[in-house]
């Protein structure tokens, strides 16, 4: 066991709090690495902003610069194939994990700044990124707006329906041995000098732990006990979803005003809003407006398509967009697995592993330096 022996009988090895896609992935992990795993969620594993998203798993269209985070985001993109096929054996789940790319579109003039910016650092950084011509845009996609001027192409992107992959992960982590506590809230982290202890839920009752792991998503800076401020902060995302039938695209496509990600089954989501208005949720007319003008700014012959959804989620943002992960550096049994603001679909499999891995002991496979919580 990576934390020295329990310090009461009754102590677990792990407490993940938060039963999003992170803490299932770490819980997964944990668990099938032969530790024993309590996940205590206040509602329902998956339902928040795991469940909000739009699952895209995109890193040229999230990435503004080569670097750290461009590395970890591709590196997710290339172990996803591996991680769906072992979740479909853990689980028999299938995740709809399904990729023609994305085309990244420029509508107007002063869309093209921002596209030639993405494609000169990105060709600079070998990042197989290529440019289309309006007609060969328009040839992969004929739905496009006759107004595309030209548009980038991102082959290797891939997209998965993530409100099946949050249910298959809890799935995957109750299978391999980890406990779910549902509908319990976490008040407080228990500390015993330069160790936690476990954690204290809202009724009183407390949990002894060799290891906590904060994975809250966007409520996991919000718990009392914790070391230092953990700045992980909501940041609304509004979506809409139409009915099309045949589906109008194949690729997603992604532009400065918004993006469309079609699902096998003919719905076409129409995301997102970035709306800094702490932890309300409405789904208001402007937001639906906005990505509504978008989508048919896009493709002009959705006017007709069927609305078939609105709904909205939560985003776990930081100050710099970059998640947090690792070890707290005084307390070294609390790790945090949070803050993957736009991008915890694409990251929730790595961050298993790597959380995982430094459960048991083990390197992580990743440097975490710069997802550190020191770099606040
Ligand atoms: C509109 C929108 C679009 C997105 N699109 C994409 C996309 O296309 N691709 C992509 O990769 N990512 C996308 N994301 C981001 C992604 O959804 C998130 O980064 C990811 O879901 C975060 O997962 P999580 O498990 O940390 O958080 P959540 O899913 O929010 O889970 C956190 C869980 O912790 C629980 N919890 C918190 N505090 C406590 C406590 N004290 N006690 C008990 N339980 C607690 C909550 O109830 C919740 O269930 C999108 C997000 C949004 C909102």
């Known amino acids: 066991m990576a934390f020295g022996g329990r310090t009461g009988g009754a102590a677990v090895d792990v407490v993940v709090v938060g039963g999003g896609v992170i803490g299932c992935a770490v819980a997964r992990k944990a668990a099938l690495g032969g530790l024993s795993v309590v996940v205590v969620e206040r509602g329902r594993p998956g339902a928040e902003a795991s469940s909000a998203a739009a699952g895209m798993l995109s890193?040229?269209?999230?990435?503004n610069e080569p670097g750290a985070f461009l590395d970890l985001l591709l590196r997710a993109r290339a172990e996803y194939p591996d991680f769906v096929d072992a979740l479909r054996s853990e689980t028999g789940a299938d995740v709809a994990y399904s990729?023609?790319?994305?085309?990244?579109?420029?509508?107007r003039e002063e869309d093209e700044a921002e596209l030639e910016e993405r494609l000169h650092w990105q060709s600079a950084a070998g990042l197989g990124v290529e440019r289309l011509t309006a007609d060969e845009a328009r040839a992969?996609?004929?739905?496009?707006?006759p107004h595309v001027r030209w548009a980038l192409r991102f082959a290797g992107d891939h997209q998965v329906d993530n409100r099946r992959l949050a249910l298959a992960l809890w799935s995957a982590a109750a299978r391999a041995g980890a406990e779910f506590r549902l509908g319990c809230d976490v008040a407080s982290v228990l500390r015993e000098g330069d160790r936690v202890a476990g954690v204290e839920l809202a009724g009183g009752e407390r949990i002894a732990a060799e290891a906590v792991v904060l994975a809250g998503g966007c409520w996991a800076g919000r718990l009392s006990g914790l070391p230092r401020p953990l700045p992980v902060e909501p940041v609304m995302g509004q979506l809409v979803s139409v009915e099309t039938l045949p589906p109008t695209f194949r690729h997603v496509v992604d532009s400065p005003r918004c993006y469309l990600v079609p699902r096998a089954d003919g719905r076409l989501i129409v995301g997102a809003t970035a709306e800094r208005v702490g932890y309300r949720r409405a789904v208001t007319p402007a937001g639906v407006m906005r990505l509504l003008a978008g989508a048919l700014e896009i493709a002009p012959s959705l006017a007709d398509a069927p609305l078939a959804e609105t709904w909205s989620g939560l985003r776990p943002g930081t100050p710099d967009g970059l998640p947090i992960l690792g070890r707290d550096p005084d307390l070294s049994n609390l790790l945090y697995a949070t803050g993957h603001f736009r991008n915890g679909i694409l990251l929730a499999p790595i961050t298993g592993e790597i959380v995982g891995a430094l459960l048991l002991g083990e390197d992580a496979a990743v440097d975490l330096a710069p997802f550190a919580i020191d770099r606040f």
């Open 99 to 107: 990729g023609a790319g994305t085309l990244y579109v420029a509508l």
């Open 59 to 63: 890193p040229l269209a999230e990435a």
């Open 140 to 145: 992969l996609e004929p739905a496009l707006s």
